[in-house]
């Protein structure tokens, strides 16, 4: 596939059952056959007033794929993504993901998504996205696809801990009465609506503690720095906070972008100044102290560590020889295609799948699922401190990068299928 065409990311999902298939002889047809296709998909519009212009039609979706657990208490769990990009298929893929992601975790959870399409170039307002997610809510609960038993959805791309918060409350309204728990339908809330004070970060740190790992073990860097160099794509939810951890882990940002291009200072970046810049000005451009490169040309920056951490197929087999880095940390869902890691493998370059490294961010809104029952049912909490859940993440991830490395060097499997393996 060339010239920016690639396989859908549900395609990419259902060629990856197939391929690995023959590894698992035991394991029944049916139960792959399954795993082919989302248990329950839902299409539908919303009717939203927006702050300018006619009301819009919207189209959402909600994809349930897998869930070992459907008992009626554990729910589907993966993020909404809002954008003018969204497709059925990208959130039946990313459903996908999320089965074999929470499974390698051994969380008692499905795999879910769900998205909306916007209409590009419509600005729109925080009011505009309160209006749309409460008309998620309302539609996704008259279909019985939404709740914190049903589905638990949590921040993704374009959205943030505003919509979560907008999606708890539209629900905690819709149910006023009932008894049993409420705020669990979304996680990544604020902590005023029962949010976990480790969850805004712990997509990034949990990737960061796999990389450690992988740096300790396999990685063989060309530069014998004392602290690696990294790269970051995208500089939302997932890629803010890891350029926030970085120096925590040892490890020297050089570049990072946004949508609209980002900056470059061969030196090291100036991680506060940078991120007041971008706090304050909501982009990187006329930050002074760095070179001001595109988003294509980031991806090929000499570096240790390349990190895709803003979208799906960002490398592609159109720019995968121009990667230089030694490592690519798949922060992102799918930021790799299939063609683009055939070639960084026989580059030489690591990939460290987003399975085993993003799941950070599902790992901790599984505690605030948690908490957030406890709380509806007792009107307690379970301690929620965030030194002490980042704790319970070090070493969750430790344990699975650890069984990750072994069952490749075992089983002579990629890193991506080792994953399956757990
Ligand atoms: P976000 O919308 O908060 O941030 C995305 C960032 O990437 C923004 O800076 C945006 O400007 C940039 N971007 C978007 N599309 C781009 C493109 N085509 N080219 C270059 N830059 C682009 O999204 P997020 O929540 O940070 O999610 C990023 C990725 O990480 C997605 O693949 C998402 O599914 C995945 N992910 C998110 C979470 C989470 O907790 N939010 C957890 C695990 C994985």
Redesign the pocket.
Known sequence: MTGGVHESLKQRYQQRIIRLRPLFPNVPDFIFEELLECKRVASFQLRVRVHAGPPQHLQAFIALHCNPYDTGEDPYKG?L?KGVDVTQEKIEG?AMNMTEKVGAFDLQLGGGKAGIILKPGFIYTPQDHAEIDRAFVVEADKMGMIGPRVYST?????TTEFDSDCIAREYINLHEGELGSKRGVAT?KSIECGGHPARKNA?GRGGLIVLRKFLHTTVRLDSATADPTIVI???????RPTFLLAREFGLRPLAV???NGGIYNAHGLNVEDVLAYYEKHKTFVGYKDADVIT?KELLGLPCDILIP????N?LTEDNADQVKARCVLE???GPTTTEAEKILTQNGTTIVPDVLA?AG?VIVSWRELNNNKEHDRHSVELPREEKDTNAVLESIMEENTARVLVIHAEKKLSFRDSVAHL
């Open positions: 993020g993504q990313k949590a921040t993704d791309q374009g990544g997509t794509d995208g500089f939302g939810n997932v890629g972008s946004d949508i988003t951490a803003a979208a799906e960002r922060l992102a869902n993003n961010g």
